[in-house]
């Protein structure tokens, strides 16, 4: 893990600001959701990318009936059902 030279302080509700920098060098805009992992005595911070639901895949996840299906699942759904 790389150290970015920042450091925030957390506020009363236990929020930090990511400098502008960050966002823009991550491609993080307002509302983009963020996905929190613990790591050890690490806390990680990623930008939330969905996963199908079936086998974890983030290749080309599409949204089925609020759920999150890969096409290679979609496909061998489709298979099924014939």
């Known amino acids: 893990m790389k ?3 920042v450091v925030r302080k957390v506020d009363q509700l236990g929020r930090i600001v990511l ?6 060098r ?3 805009n307002e509302g983009d959701p963020v996905e929190i ?3 050890g005595d690490h806390i990680i911070l990623e930008r939330y990318r969905p996963k199908c639901v079936f086998c974890g895949s983030m290749v080309e ?5 609020d759920r999150y299906v890969c096409g290679v699942c979609m496909e061998e759904m489709a ?3 014939r």
Do not use: H, T
């Open 61 to 65: 996840v599409r949204d089925f009936k």
């Open 79 to 81: 298979v099924i059902q």
């Open 3 to 5: 150290p970015a030279g």
């Open 26 to 28: 991550y491609l993080m």
């Open 37 to 39: 992992f613990v790591q």
């Open 19 to 24: 400098p502008k920098s960050l966002r823009k």
